[in-house]
């Protein structure tokens, strides 16, 4: 069996949590600054794969994996979702709502920056 096959065979391996991971994700989204619930499953993988994990921002997650010297590498994922509604038919489409209403009723700006005092703790 040569390496690529090799590697292969063990992403087929780990496909089946992988699928059920990402199925579970957006089936519960979670608007920007929301993620407790994809932070804590994040952390909980990334502690299970032999991670240090630091939280950041209240909702980030930091894994630092420590495997001697050498080169450093950075991986950056957004886990936040859009305050649509869904409506793809996908068997794993969202299963709850995420549209975020603000606490005033002035119309909606062209940019965070242009909301009204009131509305900018709600973005």
């Known amino acids: ?14 496909l089946p949590w992988q699928r ?6 957006h089936q519960h ?3 920007s600054f929301q993620e407790t ?11 299970s ?7 950041v921002g ?7 994996l420590r495997n001697g010297e050498g080169p450093t590498v950075l991986c950056r994922a957004d ?7 869904e409506a793809t038919g996908s068997p794993y489409a969202s299963t709850v ?3 975020r209403s603000l606490p005033c009723s002035s119309p909606p700006r062209k940019s965070p920056t242009e909301q009204t005092p009131c509305c900018m703790t709600a973005w």
């Open 1 to 14: 069996m040569t390496v690529a096959q090799e590697i292969l065979a063990h992403l087929e391996q780990e």
């Open 20 to 25: 059920e991971l990402y199925v579970d994700l």
């Open 29 to 31: 989204p979670e608007l």
């Open 37 to 47: 619930r994809t932070a804590g499953i994040i952390e909980e993988r990334l502690e």
């Open 49 to 55: 794969f032999g991670f240090e994990v630091q939280r």
């Open 58 to 64: 209240g909702t980030g997650v930091v894994g630092i």
């Open 79 to 85: 886990t936040d979702a859009l305050p649509v509604t």
């Open 97 to 99: 709502r995420t549209a």
